[in-house]
């Protein structure tokens, strides 16, 4: 009997042990999804109510951030559950001690990316002509339906009213026209951050509330092939991956952060945001580790301490600050291919994107105004070929063949000379386009 009784006894042990076991497994793994632990927020708690007036065209309004709604209080929509493995909580945070609501609320945390597909653009002074063009490229050649959120000063809404209402893709495109706001205690410091409205791209997950997925690309982007493709990387997302950027540079010999920078960055040789892919639920719910507290901050609480604490030290403004968050949290970004953001230190100096040499070009970023002078003609021969397209031309009469005849005149550059890259992507997506208009597609 007494035998009997200890094997009951040992068997209740290694089940208590099992069951404390799997409840720290789980403990552990809602600490590392995006949603889980002290990362967690109700979805909108940072969002500003956006105050909507009407602007025409086929979606047409305007957001803005109060100064009281960047921030808001997290003690009202944190919920954290008993079963934290680290036990740490910052001060302010309301635990609620539940299992099951610990458990079943977590349903939620793989987000699956909405048919629509949105694209953000910020513009302002001469910049309608850029903007323009980069959302012809996109219309040119993506798939699925596209939602352009544009943001631009006042005087030039009229105008993007005028141009996108005669975009021949009514059932394909949507836009919403956005004021440049920022937070209004600290909007003349926003302002003149590196270049005006620059930094405005870091309120998007503030102000585009409803918006669970956004790509933001500077108005100095164009398209080779359908946004649909660099869409897809969403799906490609770990649980603790919100955003994705390229490298800075491929080459660290002639990069910029790892020689000059006097702030963290990200990685070897920094990140660019020029081409910004963003899970924005998973960034507006995430905690950020950071240097300036032990308790870490939500993406509205986070910027302007950031700001205050480097602003002697940035040279590319937002894009800085950008680095110093990821360089905190590397875990929380995915970095896709150079052929995404391709730009001129890509090539002025030799070529240095292997991918692009192996595939070609997928996104083309046109910084320093290689667009607007004769510097790098390479570059301002696709910008004129996609800004003088028609919608509706044969593709490879009124585009393709045209822009080869004048990048064949650029030999004499260091882009020049790799030439093809910027066309091999380019003939593919062209012709998968006319395959799918034959299938009726």
Known sequence: MRRFARVALLCLGCGVCSLLYGFSQLALSLEQEPGGGRERQARDSAAPSARRQAGGGRVAAGGSLGPDEVGASRCKNLSVSFWNSYWMLPSDVCGMNCFWEAAFRYDDRKTHPSEKMHLAVVACGERLEETITMLRSAVIFSIKPLQFHIFAEDQLHKSFKDILDDFPYEVKVNYTLYPITFPTESAAEWK???????????????????????????????????????????????????????????????????RFARHPYYGVTGINS????????????????????????????????????????????????????????????????????????????????????????????????????????????????????????DLVRSLLRPLELELQKTMHTYCGRVHKVFIKQLTNSIKDLNARRSKGR
């Open 192 to 258: 003149k951050l590196f270049k005006p409205c620059a930094s405005q791209r870091l309120f998007l997950p503030l102000i585009l509330k409803n918006v669970d997925s956004l790509l933001y690309v500077d108005t100095d982007i164009l398209f080779l092939r359908p946004v649909d493709d660099i869409w897809s990387f969403l799906r490609k997302f770990n649980s603790t991956q919100i955003a994705a950027m390229a490298p800075e540079h491929e080459e660290p010999r002639i990069g910029w952060y790892n």
């Open 274 to 393: 020029g081409v910004m892919l963003m899970n924005m639920t998973r960034i507006r719910r995430k905690y950020f580790k950071n240097d300036m507290t032990s308790v870490r901050l939500q993406w509205g609480e986070i910027l302007m301490p950031l700001l205050k604490k480097y602003k002697l030290n940035i040279t590319w403004g937002d894009q800085d600050l950008l680095n110093i968050m990821f360089f905190h949290n590397p875990e929380s970004l995915y970095v896709f291919p150079c052929q995404w953001n391709y730009r001129p230190d890509h090539c002025i100096y030799g070529s240095n994107c292997k991918e692009a040499e192996e595939e070609g070009i997928f996104i083309l970023h046109g910084n320093r105004g290689v667009y607007h002078d004769d510097k790098q003609p390479t570059f301002r021969a696709v910008y004129e070929a996609i800004k003088n397209y028609s919608f509706g031309d």
